[in-house]
């Protein structure tokens, strides 16, 4: 059974009077999507990247700076090295 559709005129696509009727950018193949075209129902996670003053464990007071000076550099630079070549079972 052959489909019936209507002749293409100038009227049907609309080249004429508003222009290419293609509207955005298409995307080149090996230009890729986003996330967004893989997970389109993903969790919103902006809401995790606030840094509220109630968060900081150590308060407002804390000098995290003085903190970082006081660390043993080669004491933590050992404890590492230990770590990483030491086989647990």
Not at 11 to 31: I, L
Not at 36 to 51: E, F, G
Request: hydrophobic share 35%; proline share 10%; net charge negative.
């Amino acid at each position: 059974m052959p489909e019936q559709h209507p002749p293409i005129t100038e009227t049907t696509t609309g080249a004429a009077s508003n222009g290419c009727p293609v509207v955005g950018h298409m995307k080149y193949p090996v230009e890729g999507g986003g996330n967004q075209d893989w997970w389109p129902n993903r969790l919103n996670l902006k809401v995790l990247h606030q840094n509220p003053a109630v968060a900081d464990p150590m308060g407002a007071a804390f000098d995290y700076a003085a903190e970082v000076a006081t660390i043993d550099v080669d004491a933590l630079t050992r404890d590492i090295e230990e770590v990483m070549t030491t086989s647990q079972p």
